[in-house]
C-alpha cells in the first residue's frame, strides 16, 4: 500500500480547506444580465462554460452538497442563480450530452427544481430535455458513443429524470453496434477509429453502464446481457490478476504519442472501473439476479467468478463488510481497490505519473471509491487519510482561497492554471472532501446530487453535519 510521510490534518482542517475552496469558487462566478451566474473553466477564459464536464452545471452539485453539508441556505442560493444562468444557456448549446452539453444541463436544472422546488429551473429542465429528444436520429446524437459524450449518458439522463422509455430508446442501438470479441463485446467510440477503449468514460465499461443500468430498471434481459458481454470482455483482458485488476487504455493505444496506456483514475482505470463491479453487485442483490438469466449473460458473471483473487488484497484492499450481491462482483471491487494501493499514488513516481487531483482522472476519483468503500463496511480509511493529505499538501492557499493546480510534464510552465469544474477543478475535489469529512465523523454518506454513473450507497440521516475534531493522518 502506498504510504507518503507528512502531517497531521485534522478533520477540521480538512472541512475549512473545503471551505476555502468553495470561496476560490464562489469568486471565479460571472454574473449574466439578470442576475444568475455561469463559470468558466478557469478564470483566464473569456466564456463561461454551463457544461457538467467543466462548468456551471458540474459547480451546481458541489454548491448543493455545502448546502446539505452545512445546511446554510446561502448555498442554495447561489446553486439557484447558477440555474438562471443555466437556464439562459439551453438554446444555444450545440452538444446534447451528459458530460459535454444538454443533458447534464438538464439534470442539473431538474435537480435544482426537485431539490429547491424551483418552478423555473423545472420548466427549463423540459425545454431542455424537449431539445435532446428532437436531436436524436435513431441511433446517435454525435460523434461520440459511449457514456461521456453519447447515448450511454444521455440513457442514463432519462432515467433520472423519470422517462424510462426514452432511456431504453438511446442505449437500444448498442445492441446494434456491438463487435463480438474472443470474450464478449465491444463498441467503437466514435466512428473511423481502430481503437477500442475499455473503461468508463469513453469505453466499454461506461457504455455497459448505462446498458445495466437501464436493463434492470425495466426489466429488459437483453441490455443486461449486453452489457455483461461487454464486461467480460474487459475482465478477461485484465493484466494485474490474481489479486489487482488492470487494463490497459485501449487496443490498439489510442493516440499513443500523447496518452499513457495505463491509468488509474475514474476515466480509464481501476477507480472507475471498480463503479460497475459495484452497480452489478447491487443489482443482483435488488433483483434477485434473475434480469438477463437465461439469455446468455452468464458470461459475464463467469469471467468475474474464474478470476476472483487469491487474497483480500493486502491489509487496506479487501472487504471488512458488504452486500449480499454476487461475491463475484464485489471480488473485482476489491481487486481493482488493490491495484489502486499498490500503484504508488498518489506519489508523483515519473513525470507524467499521478500528476492530476481532479475527479475525472486524478486524486478526487479514487477518494470518491474510497468513500463508498468506508461507507459500505470496506477497510480504505487509511488510505483515504492519504488522499485527503495529498489533497491538503497541494492545494494552492491565499487571500483569494484554495484551488489546484494540475501537472502537464510536457508543458512550460508544467503547473497548468487551477480549473473550476467537476472534472478536472476544485468542485469536483472539494464535493469529495466534504462527504469525506462527514463520514469521518459517523455522518450521512451519501451525495446531496446523485452522480448517475456513480451507484448510491446505503442512505443515512440527512441532517446538517457537526463540527467534529478527528484527525486525517499522512
Known amino acids: 500500500m502506498t504510504e507518503v510521510d507528512g502531517t497531521t490534518v485534522r478533520t477540521d482542517e480538512v472541512e475549512a480547506l473545503a471551505v476555502d475552496g468553495l470561496r476560490w469558487l464562489v469568486g471565479t462566478a460571472r454574473e449574466t444580465a439578470d442576475g444568475g451566474l455561469l463559470w468558466p473553466s478557469a478564470p483566464s477564459e473569456k466564456e463561461p462554460e454551463p457544461c457538467l464536464y467543466d462548468g456551471t452545471a458540474g459547480i451546481v452539485t458541489v454548491l448543493l452538497e455545502a448546502w446539505r453539508h452545512f445546511g446554510d441556505d446561502s448555498w442554495a442560493d447561489l446553486a439557484l442563480r447558477a440555474g438562471r444562468g443555466l437556464e439562459s444557456a439551453v438554446d444555444g448549446l450545440d452538444d446534447n450530452s451528459l458530460y459535454f452539453g444538454r443533458a447534464g444541463v438538464t439534470l442539473m436544472l431538474h435537480t435544482l427544481h426537485g431539490e429547491l422546488g424551483d418552478t423555473a429551473c423545472g420548466a427549463a429542465a423540459d425545454r431542455a430535455m424537449a431539445l435532446v429528444r428532437a436531436g436524436f436520429d435513431g441511433e446517435r446524437w454525435g460523434e461520440l458513443f459511449e457514456l461521456m459524450g453519447g447515448n450511454g449518458g444521455i440513457g442514463l439522463t432519462a432515467l433520472a429524470l423519470g422517462d424510462p422509455e426514452f432511456a431504453v430508446l438511446a442505449v437500444e442501438p448498442y445492441l446494434r453496434a456491438a463487435e463480438r470479441t474472443e470474450w464478449g463485446v465491444t463498441w467503437p467510440h ?19 453502464y448505462a446498458l445495466a443500468r437501464i436493463g434492470y430498471a425495466t426489466g429488459r434481459a437483453d441490455l443486461v446481457e449486453s452489457a455483461l ?15 489487482g485488476f488492470l487494463v490497459r487504455h485501449s487496443n490498439p493505444q489510442f493516440l499513443p504519442d500523447l496518452i499513457e496506456p495505463i491509468s488509474y483514475g475514474w476515466c480509464h482505470g481501476p477507480a472507475g472501473d471498480a463503479q460497475i463491479f459495484r452497480l452489478l453487485r447491487d443489482s443482483d442483490r435488488d433483483t434477485g439476479s434473475d434480469t438477463g438469466r437465461g439469455t446468455g449473460s452468464e458470461t459475464g458473471r463467469e469471467a468475474a467468478r474464474d478470476t476472483e483473487p487469491g487474497s483480500d488484497g493486502g491489509s487496506d484492499g479487501g472487504s471488512g ?8 462482483w464485489d471480488a473485482l471491487a476489491d481487486r481493482c481497490w488493490h491495484t489502486i494501493t499498490h500503484s504508488g499514488l498518489p506519489r508523483r513516481l515519473r513525470p507524467g505519473f499521478w500528476d492530476n487531483q481532479g475527479r475525472c482522472c486524478g486524486t478526487a476519483s479514487v477518494l470518491a471509491l474510497a468513500s463508498d468503500r468506508i461507507a459500505e463496511g470496506r477497510r480504505a480509511e487509511d488510505f483515504a487519510q492519504v488522499l485527503v493529505a495529498d489533497l491538503a ?20 510552465p508544467s503547473e497548468l492554471e487551477p480549473r473550476t469544474g467537476w472534472a478536472q477543478g476544485s468542485a469536483g475535489i472539494v464535493r469529495e472532501l466534504l462527504r469525506f469529512v462527514r463520514l469521518s465523523r459517523g455522518g450521512e454518506p451519501g451525495y446531496a446530487f446523485a452522480w448517475p454513473d456513480q451507484p448510491p450507497v446505503s442512505a443515512q440521516a440527512t441532517d446538517p453535519i457537526r463540527r467534529g475534531a478527528s484527525a486525517v493522518t499522512s
Open 229 to 243: 458481454a461487454g464486461v467480460a470482455d474487459v475482465v478477461a483482458r485484465d493484466q494485474d490478476g490474481p489479486d
Open 321 to 328: 463488510g458488504g452486500s449480499d450481491g454476487d461475491p463475484a
Open 393 to 412: 499538501a497541494r492545494a494552492v492557499r491565499d487571500g483569494d482561497g484554495a484551488r489546484w493546480s494540475n501537472v502537464e510534464h510536457r508543458s512550460t
Open 190 to 208: 466514435r466512428p473511423g477509429t481502430e481503437a477500442r477503449m475499455h473503461h468508463m468514460s469513453h469505453g466499454t465499461l461506461g457504455i455497459a
